[in-house]
């Protein structure tokens, strides 16, 4: 018999500071480990994430491309039965960035919304999509170029 997880916003909110943490182990807690995650934009991070450790990967990505800097905010949730829908916001600076920088290629600064889709107390599938000038941005920001034009390092 199928056990339901009645969605909350308490369990979503679990479910950001797990993944967070970058810790397997509370991740697997809210993240299935068959998870199917995709990601927007045209850059190497974007498309479909699959698996929980493909998924990890990506979060570490931000973390290590933002020198630590990276952050990601829930804002709003909605709930029906088993999907959620999150507004939140990305923030973050690029590592080695001119403290003074104000560049979409060294700033992220992007709103968004993810649907999740819930299955037995965790994340099964989620989709993300930003607002405004927010897609325009997370692409700068994961641009192998800097402000200046010049490649930089990954």
Do not use: C
């Not at 943490?21 to 299935?32: H, I, L, M």
């Not at 952050?71 to 080695?96: C, N, P, V, Y």
């Not at 920088?101 to 968004?112: E, I, K």
């Not at 989709?127 to 927010?134: A, K, L, R, W």
């Amino acid at each position: 018999m199928r056990t339901m997880t009645r969605v909350t916003p308490e369990l979503i909110q679990q479910a950001y500071i797990a993944l967070a943490s970058e810790d397997r182990d509370q991740a697997v807690k809210y993240w299935s480990e068959d998870i199917r995650f995709l990601v927007p934009g045209q850059h190497a991070q974007a498309g479909w994430r699959v698996g929980l450790d493909d998924f990890l990967d990506l979060r570490r990505a931000l973390v290590r491309a933002s020198g630590g800097t990276f952050t990601a905010e829930l804002l709003h949730t909605m709930i029906d039965g088993d999907h959620s829908m999150d507004t939140f916001q990305l923030s973050g600076t690029r590592a080695g960035a001119a403290p003074d920088s104000t560049s979409p290629f060294d700033v992220l600064d992007a709103h968004g919304m993810q649907v999740f889709r819930w299955f037995e107390g965790r994340i099964v599938e989620g989709h993300t999509g930003f607002f405004g000038d927010g897609a325009t941005n997370y692409n700068q920001w994961w641009s192998p170029l800097g402000p200046d034009g010049e490649r930089r390092n990954p």
